[in-house]
């Protein structure tokens, strides 16, 4: 009886040392993405209207309306950084917030998809691709790309 208790007693605690090893590299990751356009204004009384932008659609300058205010925006991705390790089973949650539609490209994970203003869209993928790898609204580049960065297993 004791032999058997002693056995048992060393299969569980292999298990408890055994198992935790083999899931030491893969997480289950859950990133909100956001689709954002940060803007400010002020009156040309304040500061003179700007020179062009970049081109683009990322890039959104309005001229002084009637009252002499100008404003200006850009259309991004937040985060602008998204860390994970290899083997990370990895959701993307993006959320429409502003502007009416950004069709979106990952294409290292082979998603494509259009997120639309008020609207959410997930993506799960396990993150295998060690790397830098963009994603991409299409409609407002250059500024609506964000960095999904997969680092190497150790």
Not at 23 to 38: G, Q, S, W, Y
Not at 59 to 85: S, T
Request: proline share 8%; with cysteine; hydrophobic share 40%.
């Amino acid at each position: 009886m004791i032999a058997r208790t002693s056995s048992v007693l060393a299969l569980a605690l292999g298990a408890v040392f055994v198992l935790p090893a083999a899931n030491a590299f893969a997480d289950k990751r859950h990133i909100v993405v956001t689709a954002v356009e940060p803007k400010g204004g002020v009156s040309v009384e304040k500061e003179p209207f700007p020179g062009p932008l970049p081109e683009g659609g990322g890039y959104v300058l309005k001229k002084p309306d009637d009252k002499g205010r100008w404003e200006v925006a850009v259309y991004l991705f937040e985060p602008r950084q998204i860390f994970v390790d290899e083997g990370d089973e990895v959701t993307l949650e993006f959320v429409g917030i502003n502007g009416a539609s950004h069709p979106t490209t990952i294409e290292a994970y082979g998603q494509v998809f259009e997120l639309k203003r008020g609207h959410v869209h997930k993506v799960t993928f396990t993150a295998d691709k060690p790397g830098r790898h963009s994603i991409i609204c299409s409609a407002h580049q250059p500024t609506m790309t964000s960095e999904l960065i997969v680092a190497p297993k150790k």
